[in-house]
């Protein structure tokens, strides 16, 4: 078995109704390490850099069948005009005159064999696309976006952005945890869906345990949370928003949902400090996730990961690729097609993965499924988490990202719940681990990181700790 050390909760949920929007972000309480510029993450603001119902970073129209456009990034929506090397986008699409996927990938070069987002006409559809910006000739700073057929309007919000080596100022390392599910409205003791814009706040605690005699608060250090939200038998259509909670819900969406569907979306969203929650949980790093339906909606939150602010230590570093197919099981890549209850081995292909690949940052397919199912994605050498990552609807093909530990060799595994289902995996990238004893000019060449000793000698996994906090929540 292989792992960095995990993080792990320290308490379970608790959540409360949103009632006031003062406190400051989490700051920095040591600065004993030394963490290397590339491949670590800033948050922003989410702020729109495309739309094209209204000429938003590219021409006003919808993107026609086989058509692609070329949008700009750097130097928009608070990312940087130099210094940077992918992009986060959650990307969303609407007005689809037939069913289609898009495909995102770096201006300047070749498309590849791989799809950002799936879609069916006539409804709106978000995906999480991470994606390298373009570095060569007239694509330099932009992201190319492919629609395969029909025409449709396509909407991206810029959540963040992973630093390229030259960057001036270093940002966050992206720390695994055990996933883990922190809210579940449907639950009994919640006191029920979400209303029509309600706003529920839901902090989160972590703890390095790895030492018995010396456990270290790890909440001052969390910056953002990697959590996958799911949208669970909404009355009526709308869409969720989820933010930091210490300023006015933004104007952008988090994931788009029609009545009567369960539709997920894996989101990296800033934390603020819970100035609405009771004792210990008072100040915790917390988001907010608000309602924006004119019907009642249970939500999901299962946290896959968290990005400090670079000075807990050891972390990993995000390291992008042009988007690369590893699973397609309706030509046995990878895997064979899914029966209900079935769990499948992957090993990620060598050019992919290398010796400090500790996870994989990826968009996967669920194809046709002849039942209503979901997947859920898992390092190999753990215990499958109680967690979904992919939903998908009887007879829909449906696109989610993922953020997937491996275990040694590079394995993870795949569950499907029910019926037959073909499931496609596109790698956007890995998250690679070099330690933050010194500085780091680059990333290291496959090769170099194949032979190099590995930093990390002993293996720690950490378990929950702590009982369960009944959920705290105000009247609507």
């Known amino acids: 078995m292989r792992h960095l050390p995990r993080f792990v909760a320290l308490l379970a949920v608790a959540a409360a109704t ?54 700009p990034i750097l130097g928009k929506g608070g990312v940087p005009a130099t210094g940077v090397s ?6 969303t699409v609407t007005g689809a005159t037939k069913g289609s996927y898009l495909t995102v990938w770096p201006a300047g070069t070749a498309r590849p064999t791989a799809s950002s987002i799936n879609f069916v006409a ?20 932009k992201i190319s976006i492919f629609n395969q057929q029909g025409g449709v309007q396509v909407v991206a919000d810029v959540m963040g952005y992973y630093l390229a080596d030259g960057a001036v100022t270093a940002g966050g390392l ?53 959590v996958n939200i799911t949208a669970v038998s909404p009355a009526k259509p709308g869409y969720l928003v989820s933010w ?33 929650c009771a004792g210990a949980w008072n100040g915790k790093p917390s988001i907010t996730i608000l309602n924006k339906s004119a019907g009642s909606v249970h939500v999901l939150m299962d946290v896959v990961g968290f990005y400090d602010d670079g000075q807990i230590g050891d972390g990993l570093r995000f390291k992008p690729m042009t988007p690369t197919r590893i699973v397609d099981t309706r030509k046995g890549q990878g895997a064979t097609t899914f029966s209900g209850k079935a769990t499948r081995t992957v090993t ?38 109680w967690v979904s990552n992919l939903n998908a609807a009887k007879g829909r093909t449906v696109a989610n ?76």
């Open 174 to 226: 992206y720390q695994q945890v055990t996933p883990e599910r922190w809210l579940d409205s449907r639950d009994p003791g919640f006191g029920g869906a979400f209303a029509p814009g309600e706003a529920i706040t839901v902090p989160v605690s972590y703890v390095d345990d790895s030492d018995p005699a010396n456990i270290i608060d790890l909440d001052p250090h969390i910056v953002a949370l990697a």
């Open 122 to 141: 006539g409804t709106s559809r978000a995906n999480l696309v991470t994606v390298p910006l373009g570095t060569l000739g007239s694509g330099v700073g």
């Open 18 to 71: 949103v009632t006031s929007t003062s406190g400051l972000a989490n700051a920095a309480t040591t600065a004993s390490v030394v963490t290397p510029v590339w491949g670590t993450y800033q948050t922003v603001a989410p702020a729109r850099v495309l739309d094209t119902r209204y000429g938003t970073g590219a021409p006003k129209a919808p993107v026609g069948a086989g058509r692609a456009i070329d949008v």
């Open 348 to 385: 990620t292909p060598g050019p992919v993965a290398g010796a400090d690949t500790y996870s994989l940052v990826t968009n996967s397919t669920a194809v046709l499924p002849t039942l209503s199912t979901f997947l859920t994605l898992w390092d190999d050498a753990a215990v499958k988490p």
């Open 401 to 476: 990202a993922t953020i997937t530990d491996v275990g040694a060799g590079n394995i993870f595994k795949i569950y499907n719940d029910r019926g037959a289902v073909n499931v496609l995996v596109d790698v956007m990238g890995t998250m690679e681990y070099i330690p933050n004893t010194a500085p780091v000019a680059a990333p290291l060449a496959a090769a170099a990181r194949a032979a190099a000793p590995r930093a990390a000698a002993t293996p720690r996994i950490f378990t929950a700790n702590g009982a369960a906090e009944p959920a705290q929540r105000a009247s609507r």
């Open 244 to 276: 930091a909670g210490i300023t006015p819900a933004p104007s952008t969406s988090t994931l788009n949902f029609a009545a009567g569907t369960v539709t997920p979306n894996m989101v990296i969203v800033p934390v603020g400090p819970c100035s609405v």
């Open 86 to 91: 992918a992009v986060v986008l959650n990307m």
